[in-house]
């Protein structure tokens, strides 16, 4: 579902989908950073540099991230160090 409404709202190419990692995600700033892509099960680097990019994280996607995790207090002192 996450990956559904991420490619939606932001049309993100499967690959890049799949080289996300938690610590692209920053629920402070509400962005999730695309900074790699997985090809074939080869992690690497989107294949055009306008590819690398920071996006905002729309409201229905920060959402769906929050029911998927259940406790957003737990996840934000991992990922931004609170």
């Not at 799949?18 to 610590?23: I, P, S, V, Y």
Request: aromatic share 4%.
């Amino acid at each position: 579902m996450i990956p559904h409404k991420l490619n939606c709202s932001h049309h993100l190419i499967y690959h890049h989908l799949l080289g996300l990692k938690w610590e692209d995600i920053n629920f402070f700033n509400k962005t999730i950073s695309i900074n790699r892509a997985i090809r074939k099960g080869v992690i690497s680097t989107p294949k055009t540099e306008n590819s690398i990019r920071t996006i905002d994280m729309l409201p229905v996607v920060e959402d769906a991230i929050i029911a998927k995790i259940g406790d957003i207090g737990t996840l934000k002192t991992v990922l931004l160090g609170q």
